[in-house]
């Protein structure tokens, strides 16, 4: 079975090591050199760890974080999809480079966790993505070379208050960066083989209606694009997050809308990767 690592708080501690099926599996005391997966990833490969481990911690007795809770970076990709570029209805072809956008650590909660609604607006909305998390640093990284440059691979529920993107002409960080609207986890798969980003299913159920679903071979910027052009203008460090594009089908997009409400369940799933549970409440 591939290791799946992660990062959870336990009896107010944050931890790093192993998740399975069991529960969590401390490795941070037996490395105190590195206080987070952060650090393990700039040190060197995932694969480099150890994948088994006593169990410490049984299912219950631990919060689920995100995996990298310390990134330097979290850049989105937006409207990365063919199907996504219709729903602007703005009869313009796929662009000739990508959308971006920062998100700040604090917008995002760990799997397990519920997403906040917040009273200001009730159009929070949720976009299934997958997340890759930069293991090789670089600068004008070339396109056939960014593969090598994952570390790992994550889900995201990139959630977004829809109106907020729309309050200004040319930017939607303050729709994407709601602390708590969003949810990175369950754990992070080590990138070993390309084909493990290439042609990958993605799904986003809410309260088991599929909502969205695609595959990572129709995106109009593949990932190594996404790596090659963002490490264009920013040096990209270990640890920085790129989230890579949803598919068609957020909530904002259906007739009348279909928004996110307490009580609701959103599952984020893909090949190989797993899946990312998350509730909603009202902050």
């Known amino acids: 079975m591939t290791p799946r690592y992660g990062t959870v708080t336990a009896e107010g501690t944050q931890l790093w090591g192993l998740l399975t099926d069991a529960g969590f599996h401390d490795l941070s005391a037996a490395h105190p ?52 570029n219709a729903e602007y209805k703005d009869g313009q072809d796929a ?39 930069i293991g090789k ?37 303050q729709g994407k960066n709601w602390d708590g609207s969003g949810a990175i986890g369950p754990w992070l798969i080590p990138f070993t083989d390309h084909a493990q980003i290439l042609d990958v ?38 640890g920085d997050i790129i989230i890579t594009g949803t598919p068609t089908g957020a909530g904002a997009r259906f007739d009348p809308p279909k928004f996110l409400k307490p009580g609701d369940e959103i599952v984020v799933a893909a090949d190989g990767i797993g899946s990312l549970v998350n509730g909603v409440v009202d902050e």
């Open 33 to 84: 050199q590195w206080a987070t997966l952060r650090d393990v990833i700039t040190a060197g490969p995932l694969t480099d760890l150890p994948d088994a481990a006593p169990l410490t911690h049984p299912m219950g007795s631990f919060r689920y974080d995100i995996p990298v809770p310390n990134p330097e970076k979290i850049i989105c990709v937006g409207v990365n999809f063919p199907d996504r």
């Open 95 to 133: 662009p000739p480079n990508m959308s971006l956008f920062p998100r700040f650590a604090r917008s995002f909660v760990g799997h397990g966790s519920p997403l906040t609604r917040p009273p200001e607006s009730h159009q929070l909305d949720y976009e299934g993505e997958i997340a890759v998390i």
């Open 137 to 173: 640093g670089g600068r004008r990284i070339p396109q056939d070379q960014a593969l090598d440059h994952i570390a790992a691979l994550t889900l995201c529920n990139e959630g977004t208050i829809r109106d907020w993107v729309r309050h200004a002409k040319f930017n939607v960080t």
């Open 201 to 238: 299913g993605l799904s986003t159920r809410v309260n088991g209606e599929l909502r969205q679903e695609d595959r990572t071979g129709r995106m109009m910027f593949p990932v190594a694009r996404e790596i090659a052009y963002i490490s264009t203008f920013t040096t990209l460090v270990p």
